[in-house]
């Protein structure tokens, strides 16, 4: 059985993107990275919603991107994808597919499937809907130590109160926390 697990970060006060999907806040040193390189590393396949994956598609691809970060690129650029939109009519970013209807039996039905475990990335709306429908088994939240005017919260709009209980945390030099969670 497969595990969905949701990998994001945040401000301090709870948005995961600013204003105008501004991630510049949000800054990935050395240890970060690696630890991302290393979640890649287990093959996880990747979801997103569209404004996310258009975004990663836009620049992991990039030379750009495999001059900055050539780990993160391989695995991001390598790894199995998969989009959530009603709206999008071609996802060429390599190894991509897309669903477009019934996606939480979708993602039920992938669940059950022997196989790679899957990872949210970004994705807020996806998150929030998934989380609703108790289809995420571990959080995993990048704490930044900024707080922002104005954003987007990372679970926006939630109608539903989600019981969490950590299981792990990790402090990087730069003050980034991560914290892990299960559902209670």
């Known amino acids: 059985m497969r595990k969905l697990t949701v990998f994001n970060f945040a401000t301090l006060n709870g948005f995961f ?3 105008q999907e501004d991630i510049s806040w949000h800054k990935h040193g050395g240890e970060e990275n690696a630890y ?3 979640m890649l590393k287990k093959g996880n396949i990747l979801l997103f919603g569209r404004i996310t994956y258009e975004l ?3 620049y992991w691809p990039t030379p750009h991107a495999m001059e900055n970060d050539p780990a993160v690129a391989k695995g991001m650029n390598d790894a199995d994808k998969i989009v959530f939109s009603r709206t999008l009519q071609i996802a060429d970013w390599a190894n991509t597919s897309i669903i477009k209807d019934n996606i939480f039996e979708e993602v039920k039905k992938m669940k059950k499937l022997p196989g790679k475990d899957m990872t949210i990335l970004g994705s807020g709306s996806i998150l929030t809907q998934f989380a ?3 289809l995420i088994d571990e959080y995993q939240i990048m704490i930044d130590p900024i707080v922002i ?3 987007t919260p990372l679970f926006k709009n939630i109608q539903h109160p989600v019981d969490l209980k950590l299981i792990s945390s990790k402090t990087f030099n730069s003050g980034i926390v991560l914290l ?3 559902p209670i």
């Open 180 to 182: 892990c969670y299960q």
């Open 149 to 151: 005017g104005e954003g």
């Open 132 to 134: 609703e429908q108790h």
């Open 17 to 19: 993107k600013g204003v």
């Open 36 to 38: 991302a390189a290393e």
């Open 56 to 58: 990663m598609a836009s």
